[in-house]
Nanobody
Framework: QLQLVESGGGLVQPGGSLKLSCQAS????????MAWFRQVPGKEREEVSC???????KYADSVKGRFTISRDNAKTTVFLQMSSLKPEDTAVYYC?????????????????????WGKGTLVTVSS
């Protein structure tokens, strides 16, 4: 059974950077689509970025040019490098994985159906 554990969250000033990590245990990442989501209490969950098995990527418009997703299959880790952070990036960030769906087929309607989820890490952007 795959388990995902996020880390790297914290408090950062506007304009700063953070790098989130999603460590997988129990399975190899090579066959999985991996994605990062975020959620603010009282708001809908938002897909931030996604990376396919072939390393093609997808980004939400709100983070394009500022965030970079990458994967290290040997270390069974997926990363989210976040730069030029804004207060509106404040949220709990979650890592998710799916065996079947590629990034272009991940939609809000099937978020809950993704195979694996981590418990999240809090990112707070504030001065």
């Amino acid at each position: 059974q795959l388990q995902l554990v996020e880390s790297g969250g914290g408090l950062v000033q506007p304009g700063g950077s953070l790098k989130l990590s999603c460590q997988a245990s129990g399975s190899n990442l090579e066959r999985l689509t991996m994605a990062w989501f975020r959620q603010v209490p009282g708001k809908e969950r938002e897909e931030v970025s996604c990376i396919n098995r072939n390393n093609t990527t997808k980004y939400a418009d709100s983070v394009k040019g500022r965030f970079t997703i990458s994967r290290d299959n040997a270390k069974t880790t997926v990363f989210l490098q976040m730069s030029s952070l804004k207060p509106e990036d404040t949220a709990v960030y979650y890592c998710a994985a799916d065996i079947v769906l590629p990034c272009n087929l991940i939609r809000p309607v099937n978020y809950d159906g993704l195979d694996y989820w981590g418990k999240g890490t809090l990112v707070t952007v504030s001065s």
